[in-house]
């Protein structure tokens, strides 16, 4: 009865600490670095992208609704700068080759720039939150888990199963 009794609790706790590793988010912080074209996002000292980026940080509710919101203001940020560009340069082209240009359009362009400039520090500012709450949880939750050992003992005294934590 004793050994079967044994048994049984290895099992449990062996299930226990299998279930309990499988709930905690992913250990590798995730690094952000801002470069001349965007930003990079780094973990384990590989890039990965927005997309991969997304998806690793499913495990933190509020980082990645951060995230995802930074993801979409950062497209419509480029999205608008480049048309915004495009209206300032279609003024400046036709000066160039000696017609009239319509500064109306270099106007619009002006003004449409500068929303996407609005978007871009939006979209960092979020970005950088959702990266600083995902590496507070992931540091939080590898440094307060629950991580006992288990061992069978053999002594003198005969046989037994010990747990460190």
Request: charged content about 20%.
């Amino acid at each position: 009865m004793k050994k079967l009794l044994f048994i049984a609790l290895c099992m449990f706790f062996s299930q226990y600490s299998v279930q309990a590793q499988d709930s905690i988010p992913s250990s590798k912080e995730i690094e952000m670095k801002i470069k001349l074209l965007g930003y990079r996002f780094y973990q384990d000292g590989e890039r990965i992208t927005w997309k991969q980026l997304v998806s690793a940080t499913e495990s933190v509710n509020e980082a990645n609704k951060l995230l995802k919101r930074a993801k979409s203001q950062n497209l419509l940020s480029n999205i608008l700068a480049f048309s915004g560009g495009a209206l300032i340069g279609i003024p400046l082209g036709q000066q160039s080759a000696d017609r009239e240009p319509t500064w109306e359009l270099a106007y619009i362009g002006g003004a449409i720039a500068a929303v996407s400039i609005h978007l871009s520090f939006r979209a960092f500012n979020n970005a950088n939150k959702g990266v600083d709450s995902y590496n507070l949880a992931v540091k939080s939750t590898a440094d307060n888990r629950f991580q006992p050992e288990f061992q069978i003992v053999a002594n003198g005294n005969g046989l037994g199963f010990a747990m460190k934590f």
